[in-house]
Nanobody, 126 residues
């Protein structure tokens, strides 16, 4: 499976951004894949942001983004979205989407996913 994240940029604190993750696979259809979002700031470990199940009826979020970020998926467009509202300077990081989850639950780890996109930079200015 291949993933392409996009939509990052520079935004002021309190603003919003929407990231997209386009998913394509040669042997599996899009709705086969649960998709996760992670982020990594300089000098820090990769952090779980959130995830959405194959059908879209189940989502989980990291504690630091609950109530501000929303994940959705458009199966017709083979795309998963990360809507980020009320952004804070501490949200500054490279954001990655991932697929090929080996387990599903509320606290996912990078090791739970086998395929990764290239990342998109999000910078929130104060």
């Amino acid at each position: 499976v291949q993933l392409q994240a996009s939509g990052g940029g520079l935004v002021q604190a309190g603003g919003s951004l929407r990231l997209s993750c386009a998913v394509s696979g040669r042997t599996r259809t899009f709705n086969y894949y649960a998709v996760g979002w992670f982020r990594q700031a300089p000098g820090k470990e990769r952090e779980f942001v959130g995830g959405i199940s194959r059908s879209g009826d189940s989502t989980y979020y990291g504690d630091s983004v609950k109530g501000r970020f929303t994940i959705s998926r458009d199966n017709a467009a083979n795309t998963v979205y990360l809507q980020m509202n009320s952004l804070k300077p501490e949200d500054t990081a490279v954001y990655y989407c991932a697929a090929g989850a080996t387990r599903w639950g509320p606290r996912l780890e990078p090791s739970d996913f086998g395929s990764w996109g290239q990342g998109t930079q999000v910078t929130v200015s104060s």
